[in-house]
């Protein structure tokens, strides 16, 4: 589908990305990436004695991280933009801790599609991302992106 005719499907689901593991490997590398090395994400034997959540959970950061990459292969699959550049969050909740091991999946719904000429259109997704086999997920965000046609 051409970029412009996402404006047609604004306020509907488009899709849900394929499952991410969120494993103790990741959230490491996250960590040695960021710098934030705080005992609940990378300390598994405390984090098994002293966290709420009985183990190690994943930082609220990583979670988020993956919008754009879950976004690429949802969007993607519909539409063949040029070149697409992130354009920034508008809202971001963090709702629940995905606890090291766990799977977590994006949930997309188009908000809104602005023309902003020269066959460039700024789009605005709601992002929820999913952890499976959980109630609540991890976390819901509006993301903007810039679409080049």
């Avoid at 589908?1 to 490997?25: F, K, N, R």
């Avoid at 000429?117 to 499976?132: C, D, K, P, Q, S």
Wanted: proline share 5%; aromatic share 6%; hydrophobic share 45%.
């Amino acid at each position: 589908m051409p970029v412009g005719d996402l404006a047609q499907h604004i306020g509907e689901e488009i899709g849900a990305s394929s499952w991410t593991l969120l494993d103790q490997a990741r959230i490491n590398e996250f960590a040695h990436c960021t710098g934030d090395h705080q005992w609940i994400h990378v300390d598994t034997e405390r984090a098994a004695r002293e966290s709420p959540f009985g183990g190690t959970i994943a930082h609220g950061f990583l979670t988020l991280s993956l919008i754009a990459p879950t976004a690429f292969e949802v969007m993607l699959t519909r539409i063949a933009p040029k070149s697409v550049v992130n354009y920034g969050l508008e809202k971001v909740r963090f709702v629940a801790p995905v606890r090291s091991g766990k799977r977590v999946r994006n949930r997309i719904r188009i908000a809104a599609v602005e023309p902003r000429g020269a066959g460039r259109y700024l789009v605005t997704t709601e992002n929820t991302i999913e952890i499976e086999d959980e109630s609540r997920p991890a976390l819901v965000a509006s993301a903007l992106a810039m679409f080049m046609a």
